[in-house]
Nanobody
Framework: QVQLVESGGGSVKPGGSLRLSCAAS????????MGWFRQAPGKEREFVAA????????YVDDSVEGRVTVSRDNGKNTALLQMNNLTPEDTAVYYCAAQFRFGYYNEYTRYQYWGQGTQVTVSS
């Protein structure tokens, strides 16, 4: 009964902010690297950010560097993605994912568990 449930998506204007959350259950959350990916219509899934089990590092893709912060709360089995200064190019379905072994943080094929995604739409 592994579950990853994203929430916090919605529609915002350019320059706005959103905080996405990912509620995890059915596995030992504190042992897994948590990653965030996004996929826009007609495009490939791309890496956004990742954070290891102990929050020792934040890995953020160059495309969102400076605008995105990834964090986690192991006591609440929750991963968070704070996104600021959003642009229309950020419009996509955002997914959280869990990877037991760290080392391929930016490759979606290495993540074992996936959420259903949450829609983020940035438009005027």
């Amino acid at each position: 009964q592994v579950q990853l449930v994203e929430s916090g998506g919605g529609s915002v204007k350019p320059g706005g902010s959103l905080r996405l959350s990912c509620a995890a259950s059915g596995f030992i959350f504190s042992r897994y690297t948590m990653g965030w990916f996004r996929q826009a219509p007609g495009k490939e899934r791309e890496f956004v950010a990742a954070i290891p089990y102990d929050s020792s590092r934040q890995y953020v893709d160059d495309s969102v560097e400076g605008r995105v912060t990834v964090s986690r709360d192991n006591g609440k089995n929750t991963a968070l993605l704070q996104m600021n200064n959003l642009t229309p190019e950020d419009t996509a379905v955002y997914y959280c994912a869990a990877q037991f072994r760290f080392g391929y943080y930016n490759e979606y094929t290495r993540y074992q568990y996936w959420g259903q995604g949450t829609q983020v739409t940035v438009s005027s």
